[in-house]
């Protein structure tokens, strides 16, 4: 991990971009619930963290394969295709509780195949993961066609859509936070974390200290998977409907999300906190447009937009930079 001065890279990038981001997320929110009706409302608000809890999800092991310099398209396909098993599962007769943990670990396979495209076989994970993107959502709509899969336990269907001593904070909030906590620990306080900024940064340079990079690269994207597919059982309870179209585009807002949050598109650089507000702020502008009836289409016209800003504005600071340091030293 490099340093600047004596703070670490990564709390040195979350006082610049970062806290950019923060800081804008917070000035969209007072905006918004001055200008947006009902946007301050407690029930809004509820509906707000509910919205992003899928896409934060995602976001977390996706932050960590983008800094490593890879991409994981097909993590809303895996989030249907969990979502639509779960439903055939489900009308079939077995028992919710064997059926999330299932779930899961379905989501996990679905990863490490991408995994093994990408490591052992050596394909490039951008048309890796397109391909299962398409090949994941094809096989939700063989378990389960046009048809949706309702009527799931009342117990779990509540508590998903309840809330925290009936305030607005979700109960759902909770596996999010802990499940942040924990990757934000893994990545910035960890020999994992340092691992991963280091495939990111010279994939060759760490390979030649010793980091297994493709072993690692491989978990990655199992965690992504893992994630993914928790997330569609959530997405299943929220709803209480089981659709193989569950999750279409969310892919477009996680990504959108992380490079907002700071994240390299060509890895090595990023944070979670960054990351995180990345999610709100996306979050953030995508409830205040639909309150004031924008249409699905412009919501994601704005997100592509915002996905193309992520990118292309980190770089021009960066050459900016490195153009006023030349003129500096001539």
Request: net charge positive; aromatic share 6%.
């Amino acid at each position: 991990m490099s340093e600047k001065g004596t703070r670490p890279a990564w709390l040195s990038r979350l006082a610049s971009w970062d806290a950019a981001v923060i800081v804008i997320t917070v000035v969209v929110l007072v905006i918004a619930s001055g200008a947006v009706e009902n946007f301050g409302s407690s029930r809004n608000f509820t509906f707000l963290l509910l919205d992003l809890l899928p896409i934060a999800l995602v976001a977390l092991p996706m932050t960590f394969v983008i800094v490593t310099g890879e991409i994981d398209l097909s993590v809303a396909s895996t989030l249907g295709l969990t979502s639509a098993v779960m439903g055939d599962l489900w009308d079939k007769g077995m028992s919710i509780e064997s059926i999330m943990p299932l779930c899961v670990v379905l989501g996990a396979v679905l990863g490490a195949l991408n995994g093994f495209f990408v490591t052992v076989l050596k394909l490039p994970s951008l048309a890796v993961t397109i391909g299962t993107l398409a090949l994941y959502r094809g096989l939700a709509f063989v378990v389960l066609g046009d048809n949706a899969v309702a009527d799931f336990p009342r117990d779990y269907t509540t508590w998903v859509t309840g809330t925290i001593g009936g305030g607005p904070i979700p109960n759902v909030l909770i596996p999010l936070v802990v499940l942040a906590i924990v990757f934000g620990v893994v990545l910035h306080a960890t020999p994992i974390g340092r691992a991963v900024f280091a495939a990111g940064a010279n994939e060759q340079a760490a390979r030649f200290a010793g980091i297994r990079v493709g072993r690692l690269k491989f978990w990655l994207y199992v965690a992504s998977g893992a994630v993914a597919g928790l997330a569609g059982v959530l997405w299943t309870l929220r709803y209480s409907s089981a659709r193989a179209d569950n999750g279409a585009g969310l892919e477009l807002a996680v990504v959108a999300a992380v490079l907002l949050g700071g994240v390299s598109i060509f890895g090595g650089k990023g944070t979670l906190p960054g990351v995180l507000a990345g999610v709100v702020l996306l979050a953030t502008l995508q409830n205040a447009l639909r309150l004031q009836d924008v249409s699905n289409e412009a919501l994601n016209i704005v997100t592509g937009v915002l996905l193309i800003i992520s990118v292309l504005l980190p770089n021009i600071v960066t050459r900016t930079r490195a153009h006023l340091r030349r003129r500096a030293t001539t």
